[in-house]
């Protein structure tokens, strides 16, 4: 399953120039934790999230703490998305499988990614996004894996595929060479966890 059918879209985005009180109700308003930020040309040139927001209200002394007064704080506060935003954006290209993306979001430890084609970015994946990859039901799952049985050639039909909590179990009368390739298929699947030959028929 490549990221595309999985991301999230249209993309809601803000311009480098985005003040960051509209940045955040942008946030707030759209029910989202992140958006990329894209220069006049559409290229991406940052991302701004919730954490990079919170770190200005972090860094704003608190009155009420300070036994004298405080320091004229004018000019001195981030106004605008890019004085905030994070530069170095880790994306994935639109060709990406959905286990590529999970992947580089462990090992770069992002809970996020744009999804870009031709140097454009055209959605976001996120890790709620691939979650609902685990969870998709076991039908769809089912239907997939005996599809894609069919297409490679290797015998089923459509009783000898069962899917259960993810696992799916596969009962043919194949040579050694079948079974590792029908397993290698559903492992291909998207949301599979497990798979498994039935011992009363794996012959």
Do not use: C, N, Y
């Not at 894209?38 to 999230?49: E, K, N, P, Q, T």
């Not at 009155?63 to 994306?91: G, K």
């Not at 990406?96 to 454009?120: F, H, I, N, T």
């Amino acid at each position: 399953m490549k990221v595309t059918e999985v991301m999230s879209r249209p993309v809601v985005s803000v311009t480098p120039d985005t003040t960051i009180k509209a940045a955040a109700a942008t946030l707030v308003g759209r029910g989202i934790s992140a958006m990329p930020v894209l220069d006049d040309a559409g290229a991406l040139v940052g991302i701004i999230s919730e954490a990079d927001l919170l770190e200005v209200e972090a860094r704003r002394p608190d009155p009420r703490s300070q036994a004298t007064p405080l320091a004229p704080t004018a000019r001195s506060t981030p106004h605008v998305v890019s004085e905030v935003m994070t530069r170095d954006v880790v994306v994935v290209p639109d060709t990406a499988e959905v286990s590529q993306a999970a992947r580089l979001m462990l090992d770069q430890g992002v809970k996020r990614l744009p999804v870009v084609k031709d140097d454009r970015v055209i959605g976001i994946v996120s890790r709620r996004d691939l979650v609902r990859v685990i969870g998709r039901p076991d039908s769809d799952l089912w239907a997939a894996i005996d599809q894609r049985l069919h297409e490679s050639g290797v015998l089923a039909s459509l009783d000898e595929v069962d899917v259960r909590d993810g696992v799916a179990t596969i009962r043919m009368r194949a040579s050694s060479r079948d079974r590792r390739l029908a397993e290698s298929i559903a492992l291909g699947v998207p949301g599979v966890l497990e798979v498994r030959f039935s011992p009363s028929e794996d012959g």
